[in-house]
């Protein structure tokens, strides 16, 4: 079973800064995609950005030339700079991989997420 572990969320002035880091562990299959989602309260969660295992990236457009995805893949650590925080970035944070394995023959790839990290940007 494998395990996230979230960190780096917290309150931060508009314009500000936050890091967030998420470390896999326990997984017995190849880690693939890494990402972050995002739901706000009343809203569906959305994606905010993924990684590839090719370090391949995808941002939502709303978080494009200020936030940064990067992952350690010897750390099995996902990262999320977030700069130039506005207050809409307010959510609650997800991180999300997906693992691969191979059984009986077939290939399976199995989503897991973390528990969420709050993010609460004031202006």
């Known amino acids: 079973q494998v395990q996230l572990v979230e960190s780096g969320g917290g309150l931060v002035q508009a314009g500000g800064s936050l890091r967030l880091s998420c470390v896999a562990s326990?997984?017995?299959?190849?880690?693939?995609?890494m990402g972050w989602y995002r739901q706000a309260p009343g809203k569906q969660r959305e994606m905010v950005a993924v990684?590839?295992?090719?370090?391949?990236?995808n941002y939502a457009d709303s978080v494009k030339g200020r936030f940064t995805i990067s992952r350690d893949n010897a750390k099995n650590t996902v990262y999320l700079q977030m700069n130039s925080l506005k207050p809409e970035d307010t959510a609650v944070y997800y991180c999300?991989?997906?693992?691969?394995?191979?059984?009986?023959?077939?290939?399976?790839?199995?989503?897991?997420w973390g528990q969420g990290t709050q993010v609460t940007v004031s202006s």
């Open positions: 326990g997984s017995s299959g190849s880690i693939t995609t």
């Open positions: 999300n991989v997906d693992v691969g394995t191979h059984s009986s023959g077939s290939y399976y790839l199995t989503p897991y």
């Open positions: 990684v590839t295992s090719m370090s391949n990236t």
